[in-house]
């Protein structure tokens, strides 16, 4: 139940394409969903993070929409460019008190000029 | 990224040798949680701890692997008799008490057994 399954594991998308990455998760006690952009050798950076209170948020060109009844949450990149060639980490926790956080599997990214 | 500091970004151990990997929150934070990263694999969860105190530590594995965050000082992932299998990035990842769930990673620590 403390699982966030992430799709697809990687992922090539032509210059000013749209990148889409779906993560689905069970537990219900989540209320927290970060993304991360890791590029090779470096740690992992926080992008863009949503609660459930909304169904969707945006940064630039970087969105987050939440389907609190699925239990699903997406990252859209608009535009994509091949600075955005990274993997991508969905993430979920609990809020109060001890919360893990726990990450999905990845997403490896690559844009194509 | 920035502020949380770990070291060394490089470690090459031969077989049976010990490693230590340090953690040095960001200012003012008192979590810290360590993953380790496999070559184009995920982020996997070892140890979460708090000052002085280990919170959970449900993926560490049961032998050769221990961690602190003392008091005073970095926190400091200990790997035991290391054997080839070990060969992976190591990331701490830290919070504030009272800032929400956001963790922020340092830069991580290669570990290379030979």
């Known amino acids: 139940q403390q699982q966030v399954k992430q799709s697809p594991q990687s992922l090539i998308v032509q210059k000013g394409g749209i990148s889409i990455i779906n993560c689905a998760y069970e537990n219900t006690a989540f209320d927290y969903f970060p993304w991360y952009q890791q590029f090779p050798g470096k740690g992992p950076a926080l992008l863009i993070a949503?609660?459930?209170?909304?169904s969707e948020k945006k940064e630039g060109r970087f969105t987050i929409s939440f389907n609190k009844s699925a239990k699903q949450f997406s990252l859209h990149i608009m535009d994509s460019q091949p600075g955005d060639s990274a993997t991508y980490f969905c993430?979920?926790?609990?809020?109060?008190?001890?919360?893990?956080?726990?990450f999905g599997t990845g997403t490896k990214l690559q844009v194509i000029p | 990224n920035a502020g949380v500091m770990q070291n060394p970004r490089h470690l090459v151990r031969r077989r049976g040798q010990e490693a230590r990997l340090r953690c040095s929150p960001m200012k003012g934070h008192s979590h810290v949680y360590w993953y380790r990263q496999l070559p184009e694999e995920g982020l996997k969860f070892m140890v979460y701890l708090q000052k002085e105190n280990i919170i959970d530590e449900s993926g560490m594995p049961k032998e050769r692997f221990s961690a602190e965050f003392p008091k005073e000082g970095p926190s400091i992932l200990r790997i035991q008799q290391v054997v080839r299998g070990d060969s992976a990035a190591y990331f701490c990842?830290?919070?504030?008490?009272?800032?929400?769930?956001?963790?922020?990673f340092g830069e991580g620590s290669w570990l290379t057994v030979v």
């Open positions: 993430a979920a926790s609990g809020s109060g008190g001890y919360q893990k956080v726990t």
């Open positions: 949503i609660r459930p209170d909304v």
């Open positions: 990842a830290t919070r504030p008490e009272s800032a929400g769930n956001t963790i922020y």
